[in-house]
């Protein structure tokens, strides 16, 4: 520390809340973006929030290459075109932090709907095509984007970290966790994504009935999960 | 009330857990097992933990008969077999809260895995399978059974409770939050159910690596979620 991270997908509900609360802990963020405009907008929206900000914006191919963790925060629709996009940019050692969720909403379905990924989550399907070397675990899911991207907003609940190394997922639960009121569980190894991915539908669902933010805890973990 | 409710699978692990606490809320309790004696036997174990327990015991098919709640308490590998033998026992307007989680343990596999079951859950394959008329709603699949079984255990959890019906989900969740520190939200429809279904498999891997109990909750819900 300080470290830098990388938010692809930074200009989004989820990469701006992220963004920006990383940046309110210190963290050095690169926003990347399919439109580099779009991506020094909201590093400069970033900026405006946070007094000494370090965030800039890139687009998505450069932004990918600053950094040694690289946040995937992007519309299912989206995932396989942009790590189809980024396959020249990423590079053994790096690790990426899917937050995707396969949503039917992708396919104009519903959003407390989750279609069927061949490889079993939306995090298996970038395990895949990352190139050789570059590491991927699963987390964020159920966090609200909305309630991510207010300042004023407060956190309490948990993230499921999932993935098939236990540093990776450590160095990813550490970073997460510098954001008040996120807690990070080990949700088990990447196949289990497909769980912490679908809940995110049931929170949707829940979200719409019940008028709130709702968020994941688990309880009976005891004072340090991580 | 009181009501009295019938626990089908009321000796196993879940099911007789389930059965205790109720009871020890003052609830009656109808004890099935595919066994009359070892119904008897778990009924007889609830009478010696419970004083004033009204508790027995009973086949599946005459406890099924006897209430016009029954939670369904078995494992996976028995749901199908157990519904087909009730088809002349349930009848129309009886409520059937099932618990069932298809784990991939049904046929050897990882507790931490699920089986796909074609209708979408295991309670979808109840509701399909129970007589015309008779409602299901899926509950208490992320409830650790040995914690519910252990009257001195403190559960600090919420309840996932999926169904077509709101009523149906209401009925359900009163008798739920009956037990000390079970509190339920509406999980969404049925077709939901298989999202709480396979939070138990994470949640059994959760509980394999930190050594405990571990529940769900869910956060931002405000004090009266039902």
């Not at 300080?2 to 997908?9: A, C, L, M, N, S």
């Not at 912490?196 to 669902?205: F, N, P, Y």
Request: some cysteine.
């Amino acid at each position: 520390m300080p470290e830098q991270v990388t938010v692809i997908g930074g200009s989004g509900a989820l990469g701006s809340g992220l963004a920006l609360r990383l940046a309110a802990a210190g963290v050095a963020v690169v926003i990347g973006s399919r439109d580099e405009g779009r991506a020094g907008e909201a590093a400069g929206r970033v900026r405006a929030k946070v007094d000494g900000a370090d965030v800039r914006g890139a687009a998505n191919g450069p932004a990918a290459e600053a950094s040694e963790v690289v946040f995937l925060c992007v519309p299912f629709r989206n995932q396989s075109e942009t790590l189809t996009n980024l396959k020249g940019h990423l590079r053994e050692g790096q690790l990426v932090v899917d937050a995707t969720v396969p949503l039917a909403a992708a396919v104009s379905g519903r959003a407390s709907r989750m279609l069927g990924v061949w490889q079993g989550s939306a995090a298996q399907q970038a395990a895949e095509m990352v190139p050789d070397g570059v590491r991927v675990v699963a987390a964020l899911h159920t966090v609200n984007a909305p309630a991510l991207g207010d300042l004023a907003a407060t956190l309490d609940e948990d993230v499921l970290v999932c993935g098939d190394r236990r540093a990776d997922k450590a160095r990813a639960a550490l970073l997460i966790e510098l954001v008040p009121g996120l807690r990070c569980v080990d949700g088990g190894r990447l196949e289990m994504a497909r769980i912490a991915e679908s809940l995110t539908a049931m929170l949707i669902g829940v979200n719409a009935r019940y008028k709130t933010h709702a968020g994941v805890r688990l309880t009976g973990l005891g004072d340090r999960p991580w």
